[in-house]
């Protein structure tokens, strides 16, 4: 079984601010930095943390080329990523004394995908194989038909939500993970109860996770709901809890491993991110969810 995740790749620049800027307000930043991310390319990362080594594959502009070392050195494969003309996909990422985040995201290269492109992808994989998708990137709804079309599990994280995504025939999706705001932007409904209701209801046969930060997740699977707690810690910057969450938990999905140890590991690796600044350079190894202690 293959693993594919066809997904954004952005450059962050991310900025240490006292609080979130407001409307019509200029605020001098403490710091700067420029982070490898996107959820795509994070959630690669955060598969080969947990042990699973994927296929990548997306688009990044004449200044990503640092893409390509830094797959090999998290151990994901580059065989299906091009390099494209014009700018790469980036980022410009408030993060407040709190360690909250808010985002301006300019698509770049994660938006010149083509049919023929995810062709010459697709034609690669085969029934049995899984694909993770985020919405960072065109062409969603031609690369669910597609890979749904070829037999392929697919695993969507419809973030961040827009009106795109109800181009999509969701009801190709096998697993959904998503988090309260996504929930409430995907189904109308405002608490976690009503949103996992009315997610069951659309997508009856899908496995559905929601996060809800600190709040933790919860898991429904027809007759099969589980409640897991978040792991408390100091944040620094929640950037990538989310990716990271999702990673390990398709990574626990690929393992086979039972839905409580899938959920408390994704809990604790998403917690560990929290504690370090910037996207895919915080996600935990393997070895440290297993070394968290949580007393
Ligand atoms: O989920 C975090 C990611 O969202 C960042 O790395 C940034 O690139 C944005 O896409």
Redo the contacts with the bound molecule.
Sequence with gaps: MKILNFG?L?L?YTYQVSHIVREGETILAKEVGLNL???GF?QSVALARAGIACYHAGLVGEEGLDFYDACETYGIKTDYMKTVTGRCGH?I?QVDEKGQNS?V?FGGANQKNTKEYVDEVLKNFDTGDIILLQN?INELPYLIDQAFAKGMTIVLNPSPYDERLEECDLGKISVFLLNETEGQQMTGMTTPATIISAMAASYSNAKIVLTLGEGGSIYHHGDEELYQPAFKVDAVDT??A??TFTGYFVAGLIKKLPMREVLINSSKAAALAVTKQG?ASSIPFMSEVELFNTD
Aim: hydrophobic share 30%; glycine share 18%; net charge negative.
């Design positions: 954004s952005n962050d991310g996107g959820k994070n980022t990422i985002i995201l960072e950037t990538a989310g990716d996207a």
